[in-house]
């Protein structure tokens, strides 16, 4: 079974700064890779997502991930964060095969401050 | 754009009471699943159906059952509320299609069991 493993728990940034939240994933097959975020007070929405060609993806916002198989990693990233995108940000996994649950992780709680 | 429909945003029961939670999706997914957030656990698979009047459990079925006797509607069942059940519900829904297809949240029911 997959598992998601996001270990900063909660992030503080100033505006302008760079953010990078790690996430690390268990599964030895092919898999999908997801970011979902949640701004406070709404629903999770997707920020991006990964399934195959280019390892770095871009999604919503500015953000970006990239896929490191070797590492079975899929880290967010932000060259310069804005108070805007203080929110709860999951990683989530699924296998490529068969019926596919969304596995995600414990979630990354950022606060930029203005 | 695709609407998902949880009824309540806040429900308080007592503990030991039946409790019913209602998702509601308009875009003719077939897969719909329940998940439970809670801080520092980030979401957890509680229940799936991936077609009507078929479900599968999920990572933590224990003391919940579901019901999808129509497309559109997807419903979350605790048969006898328990303190420990106190926690955010989150209902999404998502087409067949492929593995990458992304996931549309509910916003959300607020359930505290006293």
């Known amino acids: 079974a997959q598992s998601v493993s996001q270990h900063n728990h909660h992030v503080i940034l100033s505006e302008a700064a760079s953010l990078e939240l790690g996430c690390n994933y268990s599964y030895g097959g092919t898999v999908n890779l997801f970011w979902y975020v949640q701004y406070p007070g709404q629903h999770l929405q997707l920020l991006l997502k990964y399934f195959s060609g280019d390892p770095l993806v871009k999604g919503i916002k500015g953000f970006e991930a990239e896929f490191i198989k070797s590492k079975f990693s899929f880290n967010l990233r932000k060259p310069s964060v804005q108070w805007s995108d203080t929110a709860e940000y999951f990683c989530?996994?699924?296998?490529?095969?068969?019926?596919?649950?969304?596995?995600f992780g414990t979630g990354t709680r950022l606060l930029v401050s203005p | 754009d695709v609407k998902v429909t949880q009824s309540s945003r806040y429900l308080v029961k007592r503990t030991g009471e039946k409790v019913f939670l209602e998702c509601v999706q308009d875009?003719?997914?077939?897969?719909m699943f329940w998940y439970r957030q809670d801080p520092g656990l980030g979401l957890r698979l509680i229940y799936f159906s991936y077609d009507v009047k078929m479900k599968e459990k999920g990572d933590i079925p224990e003391g919940y059952s579901v019901s999808r006797e129509k497309k559109e509607r997807f419903s979350l069942i605790l048969e006898s509320a328990s303190t420990n059940q106190t926690s955010m519900y989150l209902c999404?829904?998502?087409?067949?299609?492929?593995?990458?297809?992304?996931?549309?949240f509910g916003s959300g029911t607020q359930l505290s069991v006293l």
């Open positions: 989530a996994v699924n296998a490529n095969t068969g019926f596919q649950k969304l596995v």
């Open positions: 875009m003719d997914h077939e897969n």
């Open positions: 999404a829904s998502r087409s067949q299609g492929a593995a990458n297809e992304k996931l549309f």
